[in-house]
């Protein structure tokens, strides 16, 4: 089942997470909390008195920066922009480090972690998915989401803003699903500080993630989600276009974790060309290896 949504930009702006916003601009995470300064004058001086004085001038900057995003968000919901994100449901189940989608018969092949971190297994992703041999069939998801290319990116500022904005939507989108779509958490409640920590159930490792390092899983994701359909193109390294999009894929297991599949090594890449079908050559510009 698809299930695909235009959020207005003012829905999506809601779930941004500013920390990343002011990490791009170079400013450390104590000045993101201008984000949550209620925005009458008397609050925000109490807010740039907080700060020491040597730093006030940097928390000045900090301020503006939000205010201009802030305005541009306006002005883009004011101009009747969306976001767009889309997600599948399937049937699945896990065979090794395989998944298997049971509506089309593919295998989605992973990596798996070749040494342990602080004690723990070696995890793929695979691991959190039902295996064959249980009898029960499992759920897998894969998701998209973007900021259309008809919203007009001019600079730097827009480019990070349409950015969190497509993060943004992947982290609506992904509430939307737990509770609606798929449906495993109806009785969800968490903070907005709660979700930018996840502490809901699952996860949605996205590709680049250090758990999901194959770029070129996108043209798989595109076959699954038709990209073009959402007004994303790849190009022919697997970068989506427009840049302010993301895409990966949803766990419901309670145990799915994040964790770095760390160094490919050329054993390993045989193994995961021949699963996906592909030669090792051609993934190599992908992985990096």
């Known amino acids: 089942m698809i299930?695909?949504?235009?959020?207005?930009?003012?829905?999506?702006?809601?779930?941004?997470?500013?920390?990343?916003?002011?990490?791009?601009?170079?400013?450390?995470?104590?000045?993101?909390?201008i984000a949550t300064v209620h925005?009458?004058?008397?609050?925000?001086?109490?807010?740039?008195?907080?700060?020491?004085?040597?730093?006030?001038?940097r928390a000045e900057q900090a301020m503006k920066l939000y205010d201009e995003a802030q305005q541009l968000l306006r002005e883009w919901d004011e101009a009747g922009y969306y976001t767009v994100f889309s997600v599948r449901l399937m049937e699945a189940n896990s065979d090794g480090e395989d998944v298997v989608l049971l509506e089309t018969g593919q295998h989605i092949?992973?990596?798996?972690q070749q040494h342990a971190q602080d004690g723990k297994p070696c995890y793929c992703l695979a691991d959190f998915i039902r295996p064959v041999s249980s009898g029960v069939t499992d759920k897998m998801g894969v998701f998209a989401s973007t900021v259309p290319s008809q919203i007009p990116i001019k600079g730097l500022e827009e480019s990070l803003v349409a950015d969190r904005l497509a993060e943004a939507t992947a982290e609506l989108g992904h509430l939307q699903t737990r509770r609606e779509w798929w449906g495993y958490a109806p009785d969800e409640h968490l903070t907005m500080d709660e979700l930018f920590a996840e502490k809901y159930q699952g996860k949605r490792p996205a590709v680049g993630y250090p758990s999901l390092p194959d770029q070129s899983i996108c043209f798989v994701l595109s076959d699954l989600l038709d990209f073009p359909a959402l007004g994303i193109t790849l190009t022919e390294n697997g970068a989506m276009i427009p840049h302010a999009s993301?895409?990966?894929?949803?766990?419901?297991h309670p145990a799915t974790c994040h964790f770095s599949v760390g160094k490919v090594g050329e054993d390993q890449l045989q193994d995961y060309a021949r699963r996906r079908g592909v030669e090792a050559d051609y993934l190599r510009k992908f992985l990096k290896v």
């Not at 235009?6 to 997470?17: C, G, L, M, W």
């Open 3 to 33: 299930y695909t949504r235009r959020y207005a930009i003012h829905e999506a702006a809601s779930f941004i997470n500013w920390l990343y916003f002011f990490h791009a601009w170079g400013f450390p995470s104590r000045y993101s909390s």
């Open 246 to 252: 993301t895409c990966g894929f949803l766990f419901s």
């Open 39 to 57: 925005g009458c004058v008397a609050c925000r001086q109490n807010w740039l008195q907080a700060f020491p004085v040597e730093e006030r001038e």
């Open 109 to 112: 092949p992973f990596l798996r």
